[in-house]
């Protein structure tokens, strides 16, 4: 396939879709792709669908996290999820500029190289079959084999541990303005 093909559609500031012609494809051709996501929306890490409405032959999500952060995963669906993990030595460089405003403030510029892992987690599903709708199924999505992933916790070098999710007023501070999570009396 030329990659020239693929056509880029810019959805919203922080989503384009790629759209992938192809012509010769017919009843049991097999497509196969993989793609990468790199982001900086710490609190949005992407759940991952193993089964669709077609089957699929082998469906692999890979994900490196710093050690920093504390993810809980959570599967979905009646599939039983491979998995594995390991981790991977990473390096940060982190350059501070400090500039000359004041009496006796001299302006430098310090760097510093911080070592850290990533903790890579893989899950894996083979011969998953397609996901049959049913007439009175009102939440498809709550029956497709998926994975998701909450962010529980930082710890960031020098400080301690903090919260986001062990308790309804720690999942509160994400609320959108106006939204009450509070029972009605």
Not at 35 to 46: G, K, P, T, V
Not at 87 to 96: A, D, G, I, Q
Not at 118 to 129: H, L, N
């Amino acid at each position: 396939m030329d990659q020239k093909q693929i056509i880029y559609e810019k959805k919203s500031e922080h989503i384009t879709i790629a759209k992938i012609p192809m012509p010769d494809v017919r009843e049991g051709s097999v497509i196969d792709f993989e793609y990468e996501i790199i982001s900086d929306f710490l609190f949005n890490l992407q759940e991952w669908y193993f089964q669709k409405h077609l089957p699929v032959m082998y469906s692999e999500y890979r994900v490196a996290i710093p050690e920093c952060f504390f993810y809980k995963p959570a599967t979905f669906g009646y599939l039983g999820l491979g998995h594995e993990t390991s981790s991977l030595p990473r390096t940060v460089r982190l350059t501070y500029i400090q500039k000359a405003e004041g009496v006796g403030v001299t302006e430098g510029r310090y760097e510093h190289e911080e070592k850290y892992q990533d903790k890579v987690s893989t899950f894996y599903a083979s011969e998953v079959p397609a996901f049959k709708p049913e007439r009175f199924l009102r939440a498809q999505k709550n029956y497709l084999s998926r994975i998701a992933f909450e962010l529980e916790g930082t710890r960031f070098p020098d400080s301690g541990y903090k919260a986001y999710s062990s308790s309804w007023k720690d999942v509160l501070i994400f609320c959108p303005k106006g939204v009450s999570m509070e029972r009605d009396k």
